[in-house]
């Protein structure tokens, strides 16, 4: 199985500054297709998750654009360029190209 | 309005079992693969299984398979998960879920609470 780890696991940030999560698979993330099925999920205290980022780098509809994603085959990060109080909660990155699909462990985000 | 709405969960004894509803509504259901997807309070979010558009293709997580069983009722715009044989360790908030890989879609529930003891 796809095994997605995150690191930092806790995120301290400060409003205005840039942060960044990253996520590693332990395999190629990229389907015999050529997509890459890589995204991004947030999931604020008390919420259920929303996607953030799908293939690696397209924003879900509605999200900021202070939020990007990047990488490829096993190394992907996801970057804020500038915090705002809602971004605080827990990020997680999800891997769609191999069954079973998984989830990395999450990263907590807090001000 | 997209939305989906889980029932079902409860408290059920070890070895027992329970079924799970979502019920979806503001988009096409029968064109979209559904998810579930699991939750232990404080803890992180475990994909559970997923089924393909009409029903033809089923997918799960080691944790569960050959215990759970993904359905759904396209006429009905209705997801079911049956859960046998439950564990302690199913213990957890079940996420009804739709995305798409290739789109900018993607609607989650407000979940539903499973708790397994004696």
């Known amino acids: 199985d796809v095994v997605m780890t995150q690191s930092p696991l806790s995120l301290p940030v400060t409003l205005g500054q840039p942060a960044s999560i990253s996520c590693r698979s332990s395999q190629s993330l990229v389907h015999s297709d050529g997509n890459t099925f890589l995204s991004w999920f947030q999931q604020r205290p008390g919420q259920s998750p929303r996607r953030l980022i799908y293939?690696?780098?397209n924003r879900d509809s509605g999200v900021p654009d202070r939020f990007s994603g990047s990488g490829s085959g096993t190394d992907f990060t996801l970057r804020i360029s500038r915090v705002e109080a809602e971004d605080v909660g827990v990020y997680y990155c999800?891997?769609?190209?191999?069954?079973?699909?998984?989830f990395g462990q999450g990263t907590k985000v807090e001000i | 309005e997209v939305q989906l709405v889980e029932s079902g969960g409860g408290l059920v004894q070890p070895g027992g079992s329970l079924r799970l509803t979502c019920a979806a509504s503001?988009?096409?259901?029968?064109?979209?693969?559904m998810q579930w997807v699991r939750q232990v309070p404080g803890k992180g979010l475990v994909w559970v299984s997923n089924?393909?558009?009409?029903?033809?293709?089923?997918n799960y997580g080691d944790s569960v398979k050959g215990r759970f069983t993904i359905s759904r009722d396209n006429a009905k715009n209705t997801l079911y998960l049956q859960m046998n044989s439950l564990r302690v360790e199913d213990t957890a908030v079940y996420y009804c879920?739709?995305?798409?890989?290739?789109?900018?879609?993607?609607?989650w529930g407000q979940g539903t609470t499973v708790t397994v003891s004696s």
């Open positions: 999800f891997q769609g190209a191999h069954w079973p699909q998984a």
């Open positions: 503001g988009f096409t259901f029968s064109s979209y693969w």
């Open positions: 089924i393909n558009s009409d029903g033809s293709s089923t």
């Open positions: 293939q690696v780098s």
């Open positions: 879920a739709s995305w798409t890989s290739m789109t900018s879609f993607c609607v």
